[in-house]
Protein backbone atom coordinates (compact mmCIF):
# COMPACT_ATOMS: atom_id res chain seq x y z
CA UNK A 1 0.00 0.00 0.00
CA UNK A 2 1.36 3.28 -1.07
CA UNK A 3 2.40 5.36 2.29
CA UNK A 4 0.01 8.92 2.46
CA UNK A 5 0.67 11.96 4.17
CA UNK A 6 -2.29 14.81 4.57
CA UNK A 7 0.17 17.10 5.91
CA UNK A 8 1.57 16.75 2.01
CA UNK A 9 -1.58 17.07 0.38
CA UNK A 10 -2.12 20.58 2.10
CA UNK A 11 1.23 22.13 1.29
CA UNK A 12 2.33 20.64 -2.17
CA UNK A 13 0.07 23.40 -4.50
CA UNK A 14 1.32 26.56 -1.69
CA UNK A 15 4.77 24.95 -1.79
CA UNK A 16 4.36 24.38 -5.57
CA UNK A 17 3.42 28.11 -6.41
CA UNK A 18 6.70 29.26 -4.99
CA UNK A 19 8.93 26.65 -6.44
CA UNK A 20 7.07 28.19 -10.27
CA UNK A 21 8.65 31.26 -9.58
CA UNK A 22 12.51 30.28 -8.79
CA UNK A 23 12.99 27.29 -10.19
CA UNK A 24 12.18 28.45 -14.01
CA UNK A 25 14.96 27.08 -15.93
CA UNK A 26 15.22 23.15 -17.30
CA UNK A 27 17.48 21.19 -15.07
CA UNK A 28 17.90 19.07 -12.73
CA UNK A 29 15.96 18.53 -9.11
CA UNK A 30 17.69 16.66 -6.26
CA UNK A 31 14.77 16.30 -3.58
CA UNK A 32 16.40 15.26 -0.09
CA UNK A 33 13.83 13.44 2.16
CA UNK A 34 11.14 12.43 -0.48
CA UNK A 35 9.10 11.05 2.49
CA UNK A 36 5.77 9.58 0.75
CA UNK A 37 6.92 10.52 -2.37
CA UNK A 38 3.76 12.79 -3.21
CA UNK A 39 5.81 15.76 -3.45
CA UNK A 40 8.25 14.33 -5.96
CA UNK A 41 4.94 13.40 -8.13
CA UNK A 42 3.16 17.05 -7.80
CA UNK A 43 6.05 18.79 -8.63
CA UNK A 44 7.78 16.55 -10.98
CA UNK A 45 3.85 16.53 -12.94
CA UNK A 46 3.78 20.25 -12.37
CA UNK A 47 7.16 21.32 -13.42
CA UNK A 48 7.89 19.45 -16.38
CA UNK A 49 11.07 21.10 -17.51
CA UNK A 50 13.04 19.83 -14.09
CA UNK A 51 13.87 16.12 -14.17
CA UNK A 52 13.30 15.42 -10.65
CA UNK A 53 15.28 12.95 -8.49
CA UNK A 54 13.95 11.74 -4.96
CA UNK A 55 15.75 10.70 -2.41
CA UNK A 56 15.07 8.94 0.94
CA UNK A 57 16.54 6.87 3.16
CA UNK A 58 16.85 2.66 3.12
CA UNK A 59 13.29 2.37 4.54
CA UNK A 60 11.67 5.12 2.41
CA UNK A 61 12.78 4.03 -0.85
CA UNK A 62 9.98 1.20 -1.71
CA UNK A 63 6.90 3.54 -0.68
CA UNK A 64 8.47 6.71 -2.99
CA UNK A 65 8.62 3.95 -5.60
CA UNK A 66 5.38 3.16 -5.72
CA UNK A 67 4.01 6.72 -5.77
CA UNK A 68 6.80 7.27 -8.67
CA UNK A 69 5.88 4.09 -10.76
CA UNK A 70 2.29 4.67 -10.97
CA UNK A 71 2.62 8.34 -11.74
CA UNK A 72 5.13 6.67 -14.47
CA UNK A 73 6.34 10.60 -15.46
CA UNK A 74 9.29 10.63 -18.08
CA UNK A 75 10.74 13.60 -16.04
CA UNK A 76 10.65 11.73 -12.64
CA UNK A 77 13.06 9.07 -11.76
CA UNK A 78 13.27 6.45 -9.00
CA UNK A 79 14.27 7.21 -5.81
CA UNK A 80 17.66 6.64 -4.67
CA UNK A 81 18.98 6.36 -1.29
CA UNK A 82 20.65 9.54 -0.02
CA UNK A 83 21.56 9.94 3.96
CA UNK A 84 23.36 13.21 4.41
CA UNK A 85 26.17 12.20 6.22
CA UNK A 86 27.67 9.68 3.29
CA UNK A 87 30.45 11.86 1.67
CA UNK A 88 29.37 10.52 -1.25
CA UNK A 89 26.17 11.27 -2.88
CA UNK A 90 23.89 9.69 -5.50
CA UNK A 91 23.99 12.79 -7.54
CA UNK A 92 27.29 14.66 -8.61
CA UNK A 93 25.43 17.95 -9.54
CA UNK A 94 22.18 19.47 -9.43
CA UNK A 95 20.70 22.79 -10.73
CA UNK A 96 17.95 22.51 -7.69
CA UNK A 97 18.02 21.26 -4.62
CA UNK A 98 14.09 21.09 -2.58
CA UNK A 99 13.72 18.98 1.25
CA UNK A 100 10.76 19.17 3.11
CA UNK A 101 10.38 19.05 6.91
CA UNK A 102 13.85 17.59 7.39
CA UNK A 103 15.72 19.96 9.28
CA UNK A 104 13.94 19.68 12.59
CA UNK A 105 13.95 15.63 12.34
CA UNK A 106 17.25 15.97 12.05
CA UNK A 107 20.27 16.36 14.50
CA UNK A 108 22.21 20.02 14.08
CA UNK A 109 25.27 18.35 12.63
CA UNK A 110 22.94 16.12 10.18
CA UNK A 111 21.80 19.71 9.06
CA UNK A 112 25.19 20.92 8.76
CA UNK A 113 26.02 17.57 6.62
CA UNK A 114 22.86 18.35 4.47
CA UNK A 115 24.04 22.13 3.57
CA UNK A 116 27.51 20.75 3.24
CA UNK A 117 26.13 18.26 0.76
CA UNK A 118 23.75 21.16 -1.28
CA UNK A 119 26.90 23.55 -1.20
CA UNK A 120 29.30 20.25 -3.02
CA UNK A 121 26.44 19.24 -5.49
CA UNK A 122 24.51 22.33 -6.51
CA UNK A 123 25.67 24.26 -9.44
CA UNK A 124 26.25 27.61 -10.00
CA UNK A 125 23.16 29.78 -9.96
CA UNK A 126 21.85 26.72 -8.52
CA UNK A 127 19.11 27.11 -5.79
CA UNK A 128 18.27 25.41 -2.44
CA UNK A 129 14.74 25.52 -1.03
CA UNK A 130 14.02 24.38 2.57
CA UNK A 131 10.27 23.97 3.87
CA UNK A 132 9.26 23.64 7.28
CA UNK A 133 8.77 25.65 10.24
CA UNK A 134 11.41 27.63 11.48
CA UNK A 135 12.17 30.12 14.58
CA UNK A 136 12.58 33.15 14.15
CA UNK A 137 15.68 35.73 15.70
CA UNK A 138 15.90 32.63 17.98
CA UNK A 139 11.85 32.47 18.92
CA UNK A 140 9.40 30.50 18.01
CA UNK A 141 6.78 32.19 15.60
CA UNK A 142 3.66 30.31 16.93
CA UNK A 143 2.52 28.09 20.10
CA UNK A 144 1.67 25.43 17.94
CA UNK A 145 5.25 25.13 16.93
CA UNK A 146 6.30 25.79 20.46
CA UNK A 147 4.70 22.80 21.00
CA UNK A 148 5.83 20.78 17.97
CA UNK A 149 9.24 21.48 18.83
CA UNK A 150 8.54 20.39 22.85
CA UNK A 151 7.06 16.67 21.31
CA UNK A 152 10.03 16.71 18.93
CA UNK A 153 12.92 16.87 21.62
CA UNK A 154 10.67 14.58 23.31
CA UNK A 155 11.18 12.00 20.84
CA UNK A 156 14.49 12.36 20.69
CA UNK A 157 16.58 15.48 21.81
CA UNK A 158 18.77 15.53 18.67
CA UNK A 159 15.58 16.94 17.15
CA UNK A 160 14.07 20.55 17.09
CA UNK A 161 13.02 23.61 15.01
CA UNK A 162 15.73 25.19 13.54
CA UNK A 163 16.47 28.82 13.89
CA UNK A 164 16.52 30.52 10.40
CA UNK A 165 19.53 32.84 11.46
CA UNK A 166 21.79 29.69 12.10
CA UNK A 167 20.45 28.45 8.87
CA UNK A 168 21.82 31.52 7.13
CA UNK A 169 24.97 31.24 8.84
CA UNK A 170 25.38 27.65 7.77
CA UNK A 171 24.63 28.94 4.28
CA UNK A 172 27.07 31.21 4.27
CA UNK A 173 29.88 29.03 5.73
CA UNK A 174 29.24 27.16 2.55
CA UNK A 175 28.77 29.41 0.00
CA UNK A 176 25.10 29.76 -0.05
CA UNK A 177 23.64 33.02 -0.48
CA UNK A 178 20.31 33.76 1.47
CA UNK A 179 18.08 35.05 -0.90
CA UNK A 180 14.72 34.81 -0.09
CA UNK A 181 11.89 33.72 1.87
CA UNK A 182 8.10 32.72 1.44
CA UNK A 183 5.77 32.72 4.45
CA UNK A 184 3.95 29.36 4.09
CA UNK A 185 0.11 28.06 5.80
CA UNK A 186 0.45 26.40 9.10
CA UNK A 187 2.87 28.86 10.70
CA UNK A 188 5.86 26.95 7.97
CA UNK A 189 8.33 28.87 5.64
CA UNK A 190 9.98 28.10 2.78
CA UNK A 191 13.98 29.68 2.91
CA UNK A 192 15.73 30.01 0.10
CA UNK A 193 19.37 30.06 -0.91
CA UNK A 194 21.43 30.66 -4.05
CA UNK A 195 25.22 28.88 -4.79
Known sequence: MKPHSEACERNREPILN????????????????????QH????????????????DCEANLAGVGLWVSEA??????????????DSEWPLQT??????A???HIMSWPEVELMFAGVARVLRTRGLFALYG?????????????QAFDASLRERDPNMGLRDD??????????????????????????LIWSR
Open 18 to 37: VLRQWFTKPGIALEIGAGTG
Open 40 to 55: AVHFATHLPHLEWQPT
Open 72 to 85: ALPNLRAPVKLDVR
Open 94 to 99: ADYVFS
Open 101 to 103: NTA
Open 133 to 145: PFNRDGRFTSESN
Open 165 to 190: KALQALGRQHGLAFTAEHAMPANNRL
